[in-house]
């Protein structure tokens, strides 16, 4: 079984789930974690059993797990009385943590103490990655009001590409240096999905963003992170 942790109003999520059928695919939501049936003991993951899509799985069946969220949240907890909410969307997220920590199968990503779905770090953090990447990186500034118009003339002349790393592969930008620079941060950030935006404007690639969470509606997307979570994940 391939397992993809979301909400169940993610559209793209629910479309992965169907374009993995022959995998056995299916959607781990909020609404499971509070569902009973579920077994679980610290240090042995392997033995213990999960609540998927309402039906009881053992863990030994998951063959990969897709995380497309970053946390749960108490606002999704409408079937949680209104007072319990917040305890139970603290308590939902340490239990995944630990959980989906001590599954052995390919996971993407692996949670860490902030996320369920890798390191969700800020914009500051990125850059740092990017640099001890190799990658060009350009100042960050702040400010508590920031207004970017379609005449400001750095946004407007900048051209961007894409990248996004699953495991050894890169879908979008087909330009081989771009997607050395993306693997290379994926493997300081310790992630084997991510997306990563450059500015090619210049004469050598600048590092804009990184994402946790990047486009899988494009199929060669969606079927290079399936073949990754079935151990198919030997292509460049």
């Not at 169907?18 to 299916?26: E, G, I, L, M, V």
Request: charged residues 20%; glycine residues 6%; positive net charge.
């Amino acid at each position: 079984m391939l397992v993809v942790v979301a909400s169940r109003h993610d559209s793209v999520a629910q479309d992965l789930v169907r374009r993995w059928a022959p995998f056995d695919a299916a959607l781990l939501s909020c609404e499971d974690v509070s569902t009973p049936g579920w077994r679980f003991r610290p240090g042995d993951c392997l033995d213990s059993v999960a609540v998927i899509s309402g039906q009881r799985v053992p863990a030994r069946q998951i063959r990969g797990i897709l995380t497309r969220r970053p946390s749960i949240l108490q606002e999704e907890l409408w079937h949680i009385a209104d007072s319990d909410r917040a305890y139970v969307a603290a308590e939902m997220n340490a239990f995944l943590l630990a959980w989906l920590s001590g599954l052995s199968c390919p996971t993407l990503n692996r949670p860490t103490s902030l996320c369920l779905s890798g390191p969700n770090w800020r914009p500051e953090q990125w850059l740092q990655a990017a640099h001890l990447a190799g990658i060009t990186i350009q100042p960050l500034h702040r400010s508590v009001a920031i207004t970017l118009s379609p005449e400001n003339p750095i946004a407007e002349h900048q051209r961007i590409a894409e990248v996004t790393v699953i495991g050894k592969r890169c879908c979008g930008a087909a330009n081989k240096k771009l997607r050395q620079l993306a693997r290379r941060l994926a493997q300081v950030a310790g992630v084997g999905l991510l997306g990563v935006r450059f500015n090619i404007s210049g004469t050598h690639p600048c590092f804009l963003a990184a994402n946790l969470w990047p486009d899988l509606s494009v199929p060669h997307a969606a079927d290079a992170v399936c073949d990754y979570l079935v151990g198919r994940a030997d292509g460049s």
